[in-house]
């Protein structure tokens, strides 16, 4: 059953990211990619019991670091200055990694270019031949969360939809996202294809004119 | 286990074409002084293996910046800073490894634990499994992946015992632990050594059984 909000401007990214943190389980362990992603931290709720795992080797990551906090040796995956949680713990990279292929990460956000109807991932690559690939974990964590939601604007600047039929860009991960958080829609994926959750700015039928992927 | 009385002792006897890991993510963990007596070894035709492709202008990045290495394993070569790479890789002067973060761990704990493949399911249908063997195993996908050995491994670890156990700090600890099975001589720089029994043993993270050589370089100058 969609939520239509045809009269309420679409999400700006505090707006985005206040949705996607209202989604996110109490006591989840929670990695939130770079960019975009991480502000979703800002918005979960203190009593939410939400660990925050970075992929440099720790749980329990905090906010970033005022001027008078910052240690060059305690950043995130952004490396950005950060400060510890009280609970936190610090591993090496094998352990870090193995809890994302292993199942143990409960959700990760991540920003992206393309987003299939099957929930393919397509973010970290151009595909530009004058591009410098950079990989990073996004892969590792595309298949190894046991959820992905992904954050990102619905169509480009150029006005092409980015939930697509097919990724074009170069895959990150196959069949792994199961959450799209848009500025106009709020999107399930699933065995049974594609639902509608809620739309912002536009009516579901708005939304399926502008869309290739067929909708629920 | 030797202590070396500096990082040049330390690094003496680097052959060209070598395998290098060098730990750190980004500056975090960076073992830049022993990076640089590597550079001053002059050793040419280097492979070197680490998460990144240098930062600014220090470090592995002046490694890189002084021709000395062939090739570089990674997964995350391009940075705001990482000028003196994007120059070398657009021209043709270094060859790239893009390898997913995970298993570039992975390839290495294989290494140091003598495991002689695994099957990942990190890449599966990406262009990074190009070419490479893939397994259903129990409904999932795979692809086989190769262990990752170093001739050398440079890491950075917090502090030392005279038996070469090892403490990191907080995220520079990143791929220490494991750079340091994986690699046939691993030389650890040090703020401070201490002597045998000062370090308790239930905190210890690296083993000395894992480390060739410790290096104390005191602490962290300002900036680095």
Redesign the interface.
């Known amino acids: 059953m969609t939520v239509e909000h045809p009269d309420h401007a679409p999400l700006d990214k505090t707006e985005l990211a206040r949705r996607v943190a209202a989604d996110i389980p109490p006591g989840a362990y929670l990695n939130l990619g770079i960019g975009q992603p991480t502000t979703v931290a800002d918005h979960l709720p203190a009593d939410a019991g939400i660990t925050l795992h970075?992929?440099?080797?720790?749980l329990g990551m905090g906010r970033a670091a005022r001027p008078d906090e910052v240690?060059?040796?305690?950043?995130?995956a952004g490396?950005v200055p950060v400060i510890?949680t009280p609970g936190a713990s610090?591993?090496?990279?094998?352990d870090?990694?193995a809890m994302?292929?292993g199942g143990h990460l409960d959700v990760c956000v991540l920003g992206a270019f393309q987003v299939s109807a099957a929930g393919?991932l397509a973010n970290w690559?151009t595909g530009a031949p004058?591009a410098?690939?950079?990989?990073?974990?996004?892969?590792?964590l595309a298949?190894?969360a046991k959820q992905v939601f992904v954050m990102m604007t619905l169509f480009t600047r150029a006005g092409a939809a980015k939930l697509v039929r097919e990724c074009t860009y170069?895959?990150?991960?196959?069949r792994c996202v199961s959450r799209v958080y848009t500025d106009h829609a709020v999107f399930a994926i699933g065995a049974d294809g594609v639902s509608v959750e809620e739309t912002f700015g536009l009516t579901l039928a708005e939304l399926r004119s502008r869309l290739d992927v067929p909708v629920r | 286990m030797i202590t070396a009385p500096d990082v040049d002792t330390a690094l003496a006897g680097v052959a060209d074409g070598a395998t290098v890991l060098i730990g750190g993510?980004?500056?975090?963990?960076q073992p830049v002084e022993l990076i640089d007596a590597l550079r001053r070894t002059g050793a040419r035709e280097l492979t070197v293996v680490n998460?990144n492709a240098g930062n600014g202008d220090v470090g592995l990045a002046a490694l890189l910046a002084a021709g000395q290495v062939r090739k570089i394993v990674c997964?995350?070569?391009?940075?705001s800073d990482s000028w003196v790479?994007?120059e070398l890789?657009?021209s043709n002067k270094i060859e790239?490894e893009?390898?997913?973060?995970?298993?570039?761990?992975?390839r290495?704990?294989a290494a140091g634990a003598g495991i002689g493949a695994f099957f990942?399911?990190?890449?599966?249908?990406?262009?990074?499994a190009e070419g490479k063997e893939r397994r259903t195993i129990d409904g999932r996908?795979y692809v086989l992946e190769y262990p990752i050995h170093g001739d050398l491994a440079l890491i950075k670890a917090h502090r030392a015992d005279r038996a070469g156990n090892l403490v990191?700090?907080?995220?520079?600890?990143?791929?220490?632990?494991?750079m340091a099975t994986a690699a046939t001589t691993t030389i650890a720089q040090v703020a401070e050594i201490v002597d045998i029994g000062e370090l308790d043993p239930e905190t210890v993270?690296t083993p000395g059984i894992f480390v060739d050589r410790v290096v104390a370089v005191g602490e962290?100058e300002p900036g680095?």
């Open positions: 970075t992929e440099n080797g720790m240690d060059p040796d305690l950043i995130n490396k510890e610090y591993f090496h990279h094998a870090s990694f994302m292929r393919d690559h004058d410098i690939p950079a990989v990073g974990g996004a892969m590792d298949i190894g170069p895959l990150t991960g196959l | 993510f980004g500056a975090a963990g998460n997964s995350f070569p391009r940075q790479f994007d890789y657009r790239l893009l390898v997913p973060q995970g298993n570039l761990a992975e290495m704990r990942s399911p990190t890449g599966v249908g990406t262009p990074l996908d990191y700090r907080k995220t520079a600890r990143n791929f220490g632990p494991v993270v962290r680095r």
